[in-house]
T-cell receptor, first 111, second 114 residues
């Protein structure tokens, strides 16, 4: 029940395309859902986050869509760029403050 | 503002040895969390410290321990190292308790156990 399931494991997108990464969770106590971006040799960096009281949050080219009833949330990267090539992690937490991470998606954006 | 600093960046140790990793959080951040990252298990929560007290612990054996000092700097110790402890150890700091308060990660310490 503590798991966050992330898919796909890897994703290849052409420059200018839309990258979509999906996550699903079981624990209904989760109330904060961040996405992290990690480049090789670096630690994860917070990209965007959402709480379950909103269904969508947009920051620049990055959008989180949240479906509370389905217990699913997704990251959409519009107009994907080669510089977006990285590993993306979804995560979730509850009042315990422990972040539970998804398994990661390796995104490659081809020029 | 300086980011989260982890030292050393790389470590090579032998089975059975112990190791101490260090983390300096962003100035003003009071919470420090530690995560283990491996290709097989992904990112796993180790523990969280706030105001020098361990507030939360993940599912790791007692060989993994940590502490936080009055200046919020934190150290993590692993005793009796095993081959499976080879991983990237990430420290993250946040203004308030981790999780709901945005976590800022360091670049990690790459530990190799031979």
């Amino acid at each position: 029940q503590q798991q966050v399931k992330q898919s796909p494991q890897s994703l290849i997108v052409q420059k200018g395309g839309i990258s979509i990464i999906n996550c699903a969770y079981e624990n209904t106590a989760f109330d904060y859902f961040p996405w992290y971006q990690q480049f090789p040799g670096k630690g994860p960096a917070l990209l965007i986050a959402i709480r379950p009281d909103v269904s969508e949050k947009k920051e620049g080219r990055f959008t989180i869509s949240f479906n509370k009833s389905a217990k699913q949330f997704s990251l959409h990267i519009m107009d994907s760029q080669p510089g977006d090539s990285a590993t993306y992690f979804c995560a979730a937490t509850d009042s315990s403050y422990k972040l539970i991470f998804g398994s990661g998606t390796r995104l490659l954006v081809r020029p | 503002k300086a980011g989260v600093t982890q030292t050393p960046r790389y470590l090579i140790k032998t089975r059975g040895q112990q190791v101490t990793l260090s983390c300096s959080p962003i100035s003003g951040h009071r919470s420090v969390s530690w995560y283990q990252q491996t290709p097989g298990q992904g990112l796993q929560f180790l523990f969280e410290y706030f105001s020098e007290t361990q507030r939360n612990k993940g599912n790791f054996p007692g060989r993994f321990s940590g502490r936080q000092f009055s200046n919020s700097r934190s150290e993590m110790n692993v005793s009796t190292l095993e081959l499976g402890d080879s991983a990237l150890y990430l420290c993250a700091s946040s203004l308030d308790r981790g999780g709901n308060s945005p976590l800022h990660f360091g670049n990690g310490t790459r530990l190799t156990v031979t």
